[in-house]
């Protein structure tokens, strides 16, 4: 089979084959680009040579079989001492991984062919300078020589002859370079081994970290190597007519319509990369060699016409004549990468179907978001779990209540977490973002964060907080409230001290492509949202209505938190009742004005699911206060007439006291003495019920419908609430679509419980108002059960909505933060999992379980809505999956709104194909 190919035999299609790098060589030769000549060894050899670790002797025939094809291409001689031919090895992936492996440049050069080079050129200078650069790449790259130990030599030898730059050093000084270079250099004279032993480099260097990392963050492929492209050498560093750049189609930053990057005169093009010299912008190039500019504009068009696509180019001008060297589709901002897709349609250059499968979801996700300034330096610290997107700066606070107080004051903070509870919402509110040492992906902080668009690390096992000191030890770093912190939800990187953040920017380009995208699509897309400002945000980032409306978050508002409480505390039923009588007018204001704010569109809402423990403190932080209420107490009764007494008290106390220095005066009083005894018997109180609330495994407990059954009541008053906010705004001439959905149900009978209190309400509520009200009643799927009996379900319920997230938990037996924590990173790179289940759909298990339920589902009722309102919902690859098994629409954060409508195109254009 050959393995060496020339670029006249190179197509584009061939990119598996002989890379990206290859094949645009190839494809630009065909098309008349002025490209040095050269020949292309194959992935596949790659390949194998990474499992024998040995360049076989056929190919080593095929290379200087095509070297001497080479050769007669240049009418140079490799390793001739007239007229040598050099060439570079560089490397080429069939997708393209800029920077993250190898290349040689000048290879060919000894003591020999340098000299032949200085006679041809008439410029010594040129050719130990190409000689040095050689050296130091090969003994650097093929020998494994640390770079400094060249860069000392170098800084040295410029010393001596205070040279300020390379340009200024002497030949003597070159050849003293090169002298002692080969001292700590011990390169082979012979070109042909040079040769190969810089193709075994390249190959390598498939396997180095930085390309590890790279394709592990890009979801590349570990098994399929890299080609090595062997090019002609062209010069930039031959004299002041001579020059290396690189240059785009289109600003990669911003997508606009120009010629855009960087060149240096009398250089190779890894001064640009190392940044020792400053490059001048390719427009200034117009000044200095204007022909040369035009041809380059024009090379540029040509190329981006035929690629349909905007370009990065490799360029080198050699004593006035211009040589492409390499062109790939260009990496770019996902606002470029929008705008540029945009206007290439409206350029005719492609089409809107295109467009839309050529910018990904994740642009759109980044567009939305603030992200660090490219430009900006900082310390990386520590790294968790890319939680929720964006970055944040802002001063370090580890008490929510404190983050709310100074949030509301203007004053920007990260809250830091061991991890966060629903009691926290206030404080992640206020909040510019959250950074947890526990917890994964879908854990409280990432989901709420996520919902409000705030940045959120979770997971930093680099973070130890000490409550007691009010520090926390990040890295090598410990830090204290008010620090200065970053932290970016995009890449999981926590950041010491602040750094400059560039603002979204949803632009014109944006709105349009989307509206494209809802012209496509055939997958509806809602938001999970249970605020009104959250509704208003859904609407403007174009949802078709409420997925999921989540009541529990509405009993943490600061207002009814309170009353909330009172109702789990009671004693009886009255009691429970006289509570939830002060939370139903509270519970249909929350209804009326989402509805009001979504109308005419559909809300879901779901009846209360959590446990009622989550409303109340941990048992530790209950006893720890009243443990401090004794002790101060105590304290106050044996010192109350000891001088100063006020400096001995607990601060913590003005959680309950205002003043501790006005307390101080009444401590003779008996006022102190009954509200000290009232507060410990409330404490005390609190303690005992919420010892008996807690349970083994509170999410496989007393939640849901299950607690619906056992507390008719506060199901009773949420649905009495929906339907008499429905009836009102129906009166006020709205029109309001609500829809009612019962969570963790496993049977129909729990089904038809909740259906017949839902009639007997719906039928005093619309007698009372004189107003039908149009609900549609339905159920979560999130137990394996109902998967199931999903027939049996349907006869009662007009809709399904999946929960995957529970879902996913209870097919994979798999506790979801614990496994994020302890072994799922570990399973994905061992490959024992695909993907994390909890972030991507599983498609085998989960996936082909929600088959079946709308399967079974609409056999019983065909006209059964589906939809997604798990994590999953706003995911692409999982939106993907839930187009092709039937589900109607996917509900998500409404953040994630314009990326689940990219999505839902992508997957529509993309057609329905088998995936379970």
Known sequence: MKEVYPFEEVKKEMKDIVGNKGAQLGEMS?????????????????????????????????????????????????????????????????????????????????????????????????????????????????????????????????????????????????????????????????????????????????????????????????????????????????????????????????????????????????????????????????????????????????????????????????????????????????????????????????????????VTPDDIEKALHPIINPEEKYEVIAKGLDASPGAASGKIVFDPERASVLGRKGEKVILIREETTPDDIHGITASQGVLTARGGITSHAAVVARGLGKPCVSGCEGLVIDEEKGTCRIGKYTFKEGDMLTIDGSSGEVIKGEVSLVPPKFTKETDKLLSWADEVRKLGVRANTDTVEGAKLARKEGAEGIGLCRTERMFNAPDRLPIVREMILAENKKERMKALEKLLPLQKNDFKEILRAMHPLPVTIRLLDIPLHEFLPSTEEISRELSYLKEFDAAVSLLQEIPGISKVLDPKLHVYLPSVEKFIDELTNEKYHVLSKKLIEEKTAMLKKVRSLEEVNPMLGHRGVRLGITYPEIYDMQIRALYEASAELIKEGLEVHPELMVPQVCTAQELKWVFKRVRKISREVEKNYGIKVPLKFGTMIEVVRACMRAGKLSEIAEFFSFGTNDLSQATFSFSREDAEKKFLPLYTQRGILQDNPFSIIDRKGVGRLMSIAIEWGRKTRPDLKVGVCGEQGGEPNSIHIFYNIGVDYVSCSPFRVPVARLAAAQATLEGKKEVI
Not at 168 to 173: L, M, T
Not at 182 to 198: N, R, T, V, Y
Not at 211 to 219: E, H, L, S
Not at 322 to 344: C, F, N, S
């Open 30 to 358: 065909s098309i008349g680009i002025p490209v040095p000549p050269g020949f292309v060894i194959t992935t596949r050899s790659c390949v194998n040579y990474l499992k024998r670790k040995k360049i076989p002797d056929s190919l080593k025939k095929e290379i200087l079989s095509a070297m001497k094809e080479l050769e007669k291409k240049n009418k140079r001689k490799f390793g001739g001492s007239e007229k040598p031919l050099l060439v570079s090895i560089r490397s080429g992936a069939p997708v393209s991984m800029p920077g993250m492996m190898d290349t040689i440049l000048n290879l060919g050069l000894n003591d020999k062919t340098v000299k032949g080079l200085a006679r041809e050129t008439g410029n010594e200078w040129f050719a130990y300078d190409t000689y040095r650069r050689f050296i130091q790449m090969f003994g650097s790259i093929v020998l494994g020589i640390e770079e400094k130990n060249f860069d000392n030599i170098l800084e040295k030898v410029k010393k001596g002859e205070k040279a300020k730059t390379d340009q200024e050093i002497s030949v003597a000084g070159l050849k003293k370079v090169v002298k002692e270079y080969k001292k700590i250099a011990s390169i082979p004279e012979e070109p042909e081994e040079q040769l190969f032993m810089a193709v075994e480099a390249v190959f390598k260097s498939w396997n180095n970290k930085r390309a590890r990392n790279y394709r592990k963050y890009q979801g590349l492929p570990d098994d399929v190597g890299t080609a090595v492209v062997v090019q002609t050498m062209v010069f930039g560093n031959l004299d002041d007519k001579s020059g290396t750049g690189v240059a785009f189609t289109r600003n990669p930053a911003t997508g606009k319509k120009e010629l855009y990057g960087e060149f240096l005169l009398n250089a190779q093009g890894e001064d640009i990369v190392s940044g020792k010299r400053t490059p001048q912008p390719v427009a200034a190039l117009k000044k200095v060699f204007p022909k040369i500019y035009d041809e380059l504009a024009k090379t540029a068009e040509k190329l981006e016409k035929h690629y349909r696509n905007m370009q990065d180019m490799e360029f080198t001008i050699q004593h006035g004549k211009l040589y492409i060297l390499q062109t790939r589709t260009g990496k770019r901002t996902a606002t470029a990468a929008i705008k540029i897709a945009v206007d290439m349609v409206g350029e005719k250059l492609i089409t809107k179907k295109e467009a839309l499968m050529r």
